[in-house]
């Protein structure tokens, strides 16, 4: 080794070892913590303080720790992406969705109303400059919530609760950070004019919008991506690329918002995306970013406690009070000041008193305000400021977030809702009740005594009925009102719905487009179940692509270049649709069962369950119903589609058993799992349906024609070459009586209906299906009109042909015409003419 690569070589292994250090201080400060209680980051924070002190009194102790810094582009470029990410990634889409409102009003207007405020407070009572005083607002005007989410966690706080503090925070950081550095350009620039603040609204925008869709973009390709892979490995180290290439692309490349750009991928992947990640990865993935999170906060904690100067900070006490104060003053305009203008937003739930002091009280400072006042450039009050946001996130950090436990607790949030409750007393009776059943196996198999089994059985007893009279009381206390019970079972059959939805995409029994479709339609039951209090069908939803697929198939009769398009459209939904109803069959039964089984724990009156009961009985039979029609109009999609349902659920039985094998080392690791790979690599290609197969080929369905069958195979290809393919949607007229015709059709799917409109009324003559035709009564005459009406009864594929090449085919090859007159004839003496 050179001697000059020597010292480098100790920096970067006294660095590596440091970071060792505070992992393990970690680890240790977090068994501690879990086992008194306390929050996590701000005992790390007081840990790190005391490690400075350590540190900095015996440096030859601990030279590690000593040397050791906090930088703005170690935040930045290292931790950022990571928290960001994992935020995004693990935040509940569709709560967000539905708080959205809330905590946009929250990041965006009262980010900068915060900033004003604090700005105003410090500028007059402090000797700093009121623009400086504004910057200061920005950077202490960005939340980190990672110590009151950890404190809502552990207690069971609503969700709700958790994603309004979660959400505001995410979208915040990114203002803040966009705001200060807009800030900083004019205090540089000394002057303030209209032209200035108008470009700085428009960079503002533009930065925020830009870091949205830079993300966006690039969730939706790793999504895409993430849907064609197959390995593990690559799935999660995809996430881990967009987690960092998303921020440094917008930042550093396109100068837009890095943080919105995390964001945006985040919540890409951790919403639409997570369905495209493997069902054996995607716990997993949650639990990696969950780690990598837990280090990365970790690290920052612990280096901000090694960071603090106390007699920095001593120096600016003065100062430092009246920066809390405007922090605190600030955070109250914010949330009693906008909450009110929140609930005049559309399809806004209303905030309570509860939830306003919580998030006011939790808006705690963190990394994001260090990293930004750490990144300022050198000026007359930057290391005031460097003291001043240290303080104030101290003071956030140990006033705040060590009281905002015994707040939740006062306020009743770290209760779990009515509907939780309920929901863990009917689990632990079931769980129960199915221990006691094993019972009598175990006393069989010799693995207990008599007097044993008997002793645990007196004990599950006890607590079986303990649990039915905790059930009890919460009907009696609690659930004394039919619109509140009604909900509540309600919203119990839509979880089981739900419930078989995932374990049927898990195992490949729904395509991923069937499965958002269920799962959306099911999310608005919900909110229709808790906006009125009782259980209704709602309409499916219709997706934009759904409804562009409805375009394309409106204008395939009329161009042609649609036509293959449309044939293939046409196939997938009758696919989509077999899957949505026997969906909707099996969690109807689910359902039904589930209802028998709450009877006979709960004391929910007869008459609510009996209710639903009806409800979920009616639709049950209507997708039977539904399922026997579709059998019957499209007997090849069912026989196709059952096919693969048995192949995946075969392909599922030699997973488990190789598994099986595996874990007990009957069959050897570097055997199982190439074969494992195998099976899910075939179960992923059996997943959904396969439109190709569902093609019916011109000429196979020609050979199947009555009269056909003998004609030779050269002659029936001279036909089939001729057909043209026309898709027609539901209840669309084909042919109408009276008008002159120059096209016979050949039905490839679907069913139709003729009619024959007589003294001023119309008769029902026939049904047709596939494999038969229609229209060529008008096509064997000179220019008779129809005879009669056609109409689609269900989406139809057709293939049609002209006048004249059915002649051309007729004049090679006389059978022809004689098996479609014979048909023809037929249909006459049976009064149903094409």
Known sequence: MQPDAMPQTFQVAGIVGGVIALLLIAIVVLAVTRRLRLPFTVVLVLVGIGLSALAAAYP???????????????????????????????????????????????????????????????????????????LLGAILSATDPVAVVAVFRRLGAPQRLTVLVEGESLFNDATSLVLARLLLGVMLAGTVSDQVIV??????????????????????????????????????????????????????????????????????????????????VRDYLEHFWTYLAFLANALIFLMVGLRVEVSALWATLGLLGCVVMALLVSRAAVIYGLMPFVTRLPRAEPI???????????????????????????????????????????????????????LVRRLGLDRPLLADRLARLEGDFTAKRRAMDRLPDLLASGLCSGAVAMHLQEQYEKQLDSIKAAIEELHRTELVEDDTQRALLSLRGLAEEQSLYVDMFNK?????R?????????????????????????????????????????????VALLTPLAARLHWQRIAMDYEMTGARFQSSKRVLDMLDTLARVEATPRYIVDTLRYQYQRKYETAQRALDQIAEHFPDLITDMQER????????????????????????????????????RELRRLRGHDVAKLKLEPIELV????????????????????????????????????????????????????????HGMSRDLATMMAGEFFGEAALLSDRQPRSATVTAVTPCTLYKLHRDDLRVAMATQPAIRQALEEESHKRLAMHYAG
């Open 60 to 134: 030859q102790v601990l030279p590690a720790l000593h040397n050791l810094e906090i930088s703005s582009a170690l935040i930045f470029y290292v931790f950022l992406p990571t928290l960001i990410f994992e935020s995004a990634f693990n935040l509940d889409a569709w709560q967000l969705r539905e708080n959205l409102g809330s905590v946009l009003v929250l990041a965006g207007p009262g980010l900068l109303l915060s900033t004003l405020i604090i700005g105003l407070m410090v500028g007059m009572a402090t000797p700093i400059p009121f623009t400086a005083a504004l």
């Open 199 to 280: 470009q700085g609204a428009i960079d503002f925008v533009w930065v925020f919008v830009g870091g949205l869709g830079v993300g966006g973009l690039l969730g939706l390709l790793t999504g895409y991506t993430l849907g064609k892979v197959e390995d593990h490995f690559i799935e999660i180290t995809l996430t881990t690329v967009l987690a960092y290439v998303s921020y440094l692309v917008a930042e550093e490349i396109l100068h837009v918002s890095g943080v919105m750009a995390t964001i945006a991928a985040g919540l890409t992947i951790g919403g639409w995306g997570r369905m495209k990640v493997s069902y054996a």
């Open 352 to 406: 309570n008193s509860a939830y306003q002091a919580v998030m006011f009280w939790g808006g705690l400072r963190g990394a994001i305000a260090l990293a930004i006042v750490l990144s300022l450039p050198p000026f007359a009050y930057r290391e005031v400021f460097v003291a001043l946001v240290m303080g104030a996130v101290l003071f956030t950090l140990l006033v705040q977030g060590l009281s905002i436990e015994p």
């Open 508 to 512: 490949g029994h729904l395509s991923e």
């Open 514 to 558: 069937v499965f958002r479709q269920m799962l959306l339609t099911l999310h608005l039951q919900i909110d229709a179940v808790r906006n009125r209090g009782a259980y209704q069908d709602v309409s499916p939803h219709r997706s934009a692509l759904h409804r562009l697929e409805d375009v394309a198939l409106r204008w395939s009769h009329r």
């Open 645 to 680: 349902l048995a192949r995946r659920l075969l392909l599922v039985t030699e997973a488990e058993a190789i598994a099986q094998q595996a874990e007990h080392g009957t069959l050897p690791e570097p055997v199982a799992e190439p074969m494992t790979e195998a099976s899910a």
């Open 703 to 758: 050979q199947r024609i009555p009269g056909f069958q003998d004609i030779d195979l050269a002659d029936l290809a001279n036909i089939a070459v001729r057909m043209h393919l026309q898709v027609v949607p539901e209840h669309q007229v084909i042919l109408r009586q009276g008008e002159l015709g120059d096209y016979m059709y050949f039905i490839a799917h679907g069913v139709v209906r003729v009619s024959r409109a007589e």
